[in-house]
């Protein structure tokens, strides 16, 4: 039986922003793989590699909406970048459209390498580095849960009920119930290799009120970077 950590991240703001977005800052609803791992990355004090992930090979992530997902755009004054202003100082000031996630609150559960050195930094609310809910303008501060033993649900399992969001390649058929919100989103990158690189992209489908969504599972293939768990007092999640 294996051991899973599990914690919640919540805050006033939040601001994923979607790197196909340049004029206008477009936010993903909520927070991206990638983003989740270095959070966990920051609290365990892991530096940064041009070579690879920062978490070893083995960790793996899931996260669960506490809180309807809602959002608002609004203008705010940034400063531009080097590369992209013109002029003798080659930056500037402009009003930015950027769409910003209200009062975000997710439940995390991390499985894999140094998940006692996490649940120890959790417990004792210490990061090495800051944490921030996708901009350095929203801050947040892990509050620790507990240590759940968890057990791997059936292979052959025919219908699951998923309280965490699901990757769209784990969904074989959608089961839609009346009253519930689905929602999907894509282009969240996938894996990162290190230097700000990398490798593929993914689509995710959520209830956007949190709720659990039940579905037929997708037959794994060679590719199925996920796997369902069962939790204590939590139901079923996905790692991935």
């Not at 899973?4 to 196909?20: K, M």
């Not at 004029?23 to 989740?36: D, K, N, R, V």
């Not at 992209?201 to 579905?215: C, D, K, N, R, W």
């Amino acid at each position: 039986m294996d051991r899973l950590v599990v914690f919640e991240l919540r805050g006033t703001l939040a601001h994923y922003r979607r790197p196909d977005t340049l004029g206008t800052h477009a936010s993903y609803p909520f927070m991206p793989p990638t983003t989740l791992r270095g959070l966990i990355a920051a609290v365990l004090g892991l530096e940064y590699r041009a070579d690879q992930d920062s978490l070893p090979p083995g960790a793996r992530c899931a996260l669960r909406l506490l809180r309807p997902v809602r959002a608002v755009t609004q203008q705010l004054s940034l400063h531009g970048k080097k590369w992209i202003g013109t002029g003798p100082n080659e930056s500037f000031h402009r009003p930015t459209t950027i769409e910003l996630i209200v009062e975000p609150h997710y439940r995390i559960y991390y499985s894999g390498p140094m998940a006692d050195q996490l649940a120890r930094s959790l417990e004792r609310n210490q990061s090495r580095f800051h944490t921030y809910l996708g901009s350095a303008f929203c801050l947040t501060f892990p509050e620790w849960g507990a240590v759940k033993p968890t057990e791997p649900i059936p292979a052959l399992a025919e219908q699951i009920v998923c309280a965490s969001v699901v990757p769209s390649p784990a969904v074989g058929r959608l089961n839609l119930e009346a009253g519930r919100q689905y929602a999907r989103v894509g282009g969240l990158l996938r894996e990162h290799i290190g230097g700000r690189r990398f490798r593929g992209t993914l689509s995710v489908i959520y209830e956007v009120s949190g709720h659990a969504i039940g579905f037929e599972p997708a037959k794994p293939g060679t590719d199925a970077f996920w796997t369902f768990r069962q939790v204590p007092g939590e139901g079923t999640i996905c790692l991935w």
